[in-house]
């Protein structure tokens, strides 16, 4: 069996670290089997959807390096939805009820008082004729709602293991409201057969819905694919992530203009909750190799801001300079590779590196703690700078003045830098021009 499986996104948001989770967790199966990944929109709603939020939704993807093999629309495939209504209203699973929203809510109100489960009562079924003629003379229009069997609807789900939903403990679902705007649960199973689509892999928000789709797709003469229900995102604290962050710091638009690297977002959001350590990987496709849904807790991920950044910094560690080169060029700071090397175990951000390169270029302003200390130290500076100049240098200081440890390499470090922390100093030492260094060591602005 060839994978094919899709993200379906409703364009009625920016993506955000939860809903990225489900796309990634879509690529890298797809991408892990040799199958194919569908972006389907989901924009049946015509009111909430917007193609603006379509093209950030391509945008995020783009920039998180899950390219889609194929693309489509449900705003494009409305007469497949009406074909499928036909169908069913033909087998008599789908059926027309005039109720009106107060109808409803005061209805399961009544059913509350009395101790009910709040279901649809299928009263809808048993209008006569005349009652339903009577409800279109005034101008009423139906919805649409299937009738769901009623029963321990059974399958085997790749994350939650056995599962089973109830059918007759729901409302029958409406699948088209009065206005025929075509709700999702409809639409979506249509694509799902027509696509080809072998696994459904979304959100444990979804696991009820699976019951009445089930249904519907075996209603439709289809077989239903396989379904993987992944358990939802929470904070450090275990609280669901709130609409304000994942709208807000967590959509994926501000992760990236916060400077986080996509290969972090990735790794992270494709290792969170599962059993493989959370690591900088080195590609995507290196992630997807390692992907298995046996490997998904059950337990809600916790998602720790922390741990993005430590991965960012990892991921910037292991970064190649020829990786690095195109970027450093954009920020007008390619210092060449030795630089690169020396500043990449020290930058939390990509644009860090522009504050190393300040260091290199000047003037930086030094810090002479010791004045005694500097003195000898400029007097021994080698005459030139290698990988290897660090360590002799600072041990002839050593020799001279008796300094040690911190005592001695802090000393240095403010001079030569003006910073406290920073790179490893044999490696960083020798990409800072030789003059400047004995300036600067004389206390000049160099
Ligand atoms: N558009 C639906 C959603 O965003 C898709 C759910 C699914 O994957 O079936 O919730």
Redesign the pocket.
Known sequence: MTVKV?F???PTGRLHVG?VRTALANWLFAKGQGGTFVLRI?DTDLERSTKAFEDGIKADLTWLGMAWDETDSQSKRFAHYESAAEKLKAAGRLYPAYETQDELTHRRNMQRKLGKPPIYDRAALRLTPEQIAAYEAEGRKPHWRFKLEGRRVVWNDLVRGECDVDTASMSDPVLIREDGLFL?TLP?VVDDIEMGITH?I??ED?VTNTGAQIEIFEALGAAAPAFAHMPLLVDASGAGLSKRDLEGKLAIGNLRDAGYEPLAVVSYLGRIGTSDTVEPMASNLALAETFAFEKMGRAPARFHEDDLDRLNAGVLHAMAYAAARPRLEALGIDLGERFWNAIRANLGRFEDAAGWAAVVRGPVHPVIEEADLIRTAAELLPQTLDESSWSAWAEAVKNATGAKGRGLFRPLRLAVTGQEHGPDMSAFLPVIDRERVARRLAGEAA
Do not use: E, I, L, M
């Open positions: 899709r379906a996104p409703s809903n989901d999702y979506s459904v979304r959100g979804h």
